[in-house]
Structure formats: structure tokens, C-alpha cells
């Protein structure tokens, strides 16, 4: 199973690479992303923090990458037939009640999120079905 785990060092080298390669400083390139301080750019290289995931996109598009091969080294995850099986009929409710950590747009969705995407879905759902 290919590990999805995120290394904040191998994110930060990465991240460099594209700052170099496009020959910017840490301040330059900080303000082409959000005008984010060269402190930000400093602790995102060194892999203390990982930025926002619209960050992400616009690191990757400066880049002229995928956000995926900034976050993993790689344009797509592989998954496996296993894998591939288990997800096809998934039920959303099961996904949303058993995995501990649901992202959106790359922010960690709360448990209290995670009840109300599913109370709301449960009355839209019996709202249609009226």
C-alpha cells in the first residue's frame, strides 16, 4: 500500500527546488504566494510547517507541477487493486463515521464537521425522497 503519510522535509526540498529553479530569494517568492513573509518560505523549506493547500497550488503552478508532486514526489498516488475494490462501493456515511482524518480542499475536517456533512446529507436526502 503506497504510504500517503506527508514528509514535511521532502515537502520543504521540494519546494525549494521550484523557488531556485526560478531563481528567486525567500521574499520574492513569498509574495507571488499569498505574500507570505520569508520567514514562512524559511519554515516551509526546513519543513517546520507545511502551507496552506492553496499554497500548495500556487507553489505547484509556479512550478509548472501538480500539487501532488509537491506534497507526495510523484504526479499521482498509485492504488492498489485491493485498494481499488474497497473504494468503489464505499458508503459515505461508513467513510466519513471510521476515518479519523477526512480532508477538504487540504484542511483536516473536524468530527463536529464531519456530523454536520452528515446531517445535512441525511436531510437533503429525506427531503428528495418527499
Known sequence: MPNTKLDEVAIGERIKKIRLQLGFTMEDFGSLIDNASKGNVSNWERGVNIPRYERIRKIALLGGVSPNMVLYGQEKLP????????????????????????????????????????????????????
Not at 83 to 98: A, M, P, R
Not at 107 to 120: V, Y
Open 79 to 130: 492504488l492498489s487493486e485491493d485498494i481499488l475494490d474497497k473504494i468503489k462501493n464505499i458508503d459515505l456515511f461508513d467513510f466519513l463515521e471510521i476515518n479519523e482524518e477526512v480532508f477538504f480542499k487540504g484542511k483536516k475536517l473536524s468530527q463536529s464537521c464531519k456530523r454536520k456533512i452528515i446531517l445535512t446529507l441525511e436531510n437533503f436526502i429525506e427531503k428528495k425522497a418527499n
